[in-house]
């Protein structure tokens, strides 16, 4: 054989071995499709409304969310929600550093200095995590809370209320507490001249 005719023997076997290891390159890029956990959506300064019967009910604010693929919401900054009375005015309001969502549950959790506060009963609460349950109207905490009322300083560990925070329960509380000795209920009198 010729010089000539080895040469692109050679020549054509390099090409045709750089074409196979490409080709075999290509499919690795090409294997199966890898799947995306990343969220779904980042939205930024969020004002998210609710209403009832065309009046807005509760406001929900935040410098961002992000929602994932299970359509959980996380709210990474500071949380703020407004609860409005049927004639559109503010009576209660809750804050706290981040929050999360649940969307199967209809659960609001906030985190982090968690100040909640009912403008008309003048009362407030203090904690660390607060749970919100749109779908029961309740908020409860079994972290320590701090409420303060016109008269009374309460400190505890589990608590639950009403989300508008005007009746609430404590399971482990302790403090100086103001009773109305002449509230009554319709099956009492108190008598409450002395003999």
């Not at 500071?78 to 009576?91: A, I, L, P, R, S």
Request: aromatic letters at 10%; proline letters at 2%; a neutral charge.
């Amino acid at each position: 054989m010729s010089s000539f005719s080895i040469r692109n023997l050679i020549l054509c076997l390099l090409v045709l071995g750089n074409v196979l290891l490409i080709s075999c390159e290509d499919k690795k890029k090409t294997g199966p499709p890898q799947k995306y956990n990343g969220p779904l959506m980042v939205t930024d300064n969020l004002a998210l409304m609710m209403s009832d019967s065309g009046k807005t009910t509760i406001r929900v604010t935040t410098a961002q969310q992000i929602k994932l693929q299970n359509e959980d919401e996380i709210y990474p900054k500071t949380v703020y929600v407004t609860f409005f009375d049927k004639n559109g005015v503010e009576y209660s309001s809750l804050r706290g550093d981040s929050g999360r969502f649940f969307k199967n549950e209809g659960l609001y959790r906030v985190m982090g200095n968690v100040f909640f506060y009912n403008r008309l009963q003048q009362q407030s609460l203090s904690t660390d995590l607060l749970n919100w349950s749109s779908v029961k109207k309740k908020v409860y905490t079994d972290h320590a809370f701090i409420i303060k009322t016109k008269f009374d300083e309460i400190h505890g560990v589990g608590m639950e209320a009403d989300q508008d925070f005007t009746h609430f329960t404590i399971r482990n509380g302790k403090g100086a507490f103001a009773i109305d000795s002449l509230a009554t209920s319709n099956e009492a009198e108190v008598d409450t001249t002395s003999n």
